[in-house]
């Protein structure tokens, strides 16, 4: 695994800002805030309304439903952020037609010492706004949402568990899936039976390099049943070949 890792700054604009608690409040990355190991800073863009209503949107040229997030107030709101975070950082919207976020562009993003976010609603935003003041459009996968508040946080997550010393296990990020370009092993606790079903015995054997070779067979299997568009283009290796035999997995 490449460990190169400089991010530690987020900005997440959004005219729902408290959203971000989900995130800063909760869990692995509500103690990793806790504890210093990345900041955020959030920006709403009603701060940059020119009305007392705090209009960020207005209806669309040519007509049809929706309201669309103006290019000014957006690109003030940016403007804001790089400010705090600095003008190097990317800028990233959320948008169903952006490029489908996946771990190779995660390890890309873990490289910058700051990234923002951008949150769109109602039908997103003006196209020049993209065009002038966007970096990446990120899609979270094929299927609209109401926001890009959660998009925005699931992509943070993702990043923030990578950031080393967030997660108590150091080794845990490694094991995930897609990681090593595979899916994750089954994982076993106690009781040893449940319902009738006992854990797979090599776990109980004590020996940790049968269990490693197991679990690698494990991951590998999974992979070619749910889903072998992860394997590389090519057939098994002879190693992997072997890997499964030996589990008699072939
Ligand atoms: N009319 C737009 C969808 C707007 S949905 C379109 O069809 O492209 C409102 C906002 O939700 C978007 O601006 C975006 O920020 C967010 N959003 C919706 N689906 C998303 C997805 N799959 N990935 C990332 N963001 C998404």
């Known amino acids: ?35 210093g190991r990345y ?19 207005d209806r669309p040229y040519g007509g049809g439903p929706g309201m669309v ?9 940016v403007e804001r952020a790089k400010g705090l975070l600095g003008d190097q950082a990317p800028v990233i919207a959320m948008s169903p037609q952006g490029q489908v976020v ?7 993003l873990l490289k910058q010492e700051s990234l923002i976010f951008v949150a769109g609603r109602y039908e ?3 196209e020049r706004f993209i065009s002038r003041s966007v970096d990446i459009e990120l899609s979270v996968g094929d299927i609209v949402v109401s926001g890009g508040e959660i998009p925005a946080m699931l992509v943070m997550d993702s990043l923030i568990r990578r950031i080393p010393g967030v997660l108590g296990d150091e080794l845990s990020a490694e094991q995930d899936s897609f990681v090593d370009g595979l899916l ?11 319902e009738g079903e006992t854990v797979p015995s090599v776990l109980l054997s004590g020996d940790h390099a049968r269990i490693a070779d197991w679990r690698a067979a494990q991951s590998l299997k999974r992979t070619l049943e749910r889903r072998p568009d992860l394997i590389a283009e090519s057939d098994l290796s002879e190693e992997q070949g072997s890997l499964l035999a030996r589990w008699e997995m072939l």
């Open 1 to 35: 695994m490449t460990n190169e890792v400089a991010l530690s700054k987020f900005g997440f604009i959004s005219i729902f800002p408290e959203m971000i608690s989900a995130l800063s409040d909760w869990g692995v990355t509500g103690r990793a805030l806790r504890e």
């Open 39 to 57: 900041s955020v800073d959030t920006i709403d863009p009603r701060d940059f309304a020119t009305d007392r209503h705090g209009t960020v949107d």
């Open 69 to 77: 997030m103006t290019a000014p107030i957006m690109t003030a709101a």
């Open 102 to 108: 996946d771990e190779r562009l995660l390890i890309s």
């Open 124 to 126: 997103g935003f003006d």
């Open 184 to 194: 994750d092993c089954p994982h076993y606790t106690r009781p040893e039976i449940f």
